[in-house]
């Protein structure tokens, strides 16, 4: 069974900076599309990024394009968030999902797709 982590999050002024890791056991993460979403008090969870299980394909939410950056390092069975230039709006509990598949991606950050998901880790974007 695959397990998710996430760490890295926290309280940040605006402007700031945070990257969130999202760490897997039980099973090697290689074979696994991997996406970051986000649920803040009163709204729908949301997706925020994904990447495809080799990282040749990546996806953002407009809200976070040229801000955030999504990566990988299967040798360490890891994702990353890195965020920067944060706003009050980023505020939210962020939450790492993965699925796997056997055919090609058509869609990403579908969150019914993904079948694991973390415990999630609360970023508060604040001064």
């Known amino acids: 069974q695959l397990q998710l982590v996430e760490s890295g999050g926290g309280l940040v002024q605006p402007g700031g900076s945070l990257n969130l890791s999202c760490a897997a056991s039980g099973y090697t993460l290689d074979y696994y599309h991997v996406g970051w979403f986000r649920q803040a008090p009163g709204k729908e969870r949301e997706g925020v990024s994904c990447?495809?299980?080799?990282?040749?394909?990546?996806h953002y939410a407009d809200s976070v394009k040229g801000r955030f950056t999504i990566s990988r390092d299967n040798a360490k069975n890891t994702v990353y968030l890195q965020m920067n230039r944060l706003k009050p709006e980023d505020t939210a509990i962020y939450y790492c999902?993965?699925?796997?598949?056997?055919?090609?991606?058509?869609?990403?950050?579908?969150?019914?797709?993904?079948?694991?998901w973390g415990q999630g880790t609360q970023v508060t974007v604040s001064s």
């Open positions: 990447i495809t299980n080799s990282g040749g394909k990546t």
């Open positions: 999902a993965a699925y796997s598949s056997p055919f090609p991606v058509q869609s990403m950050c579908v969150r019914s797709l993904y079948d694991y």
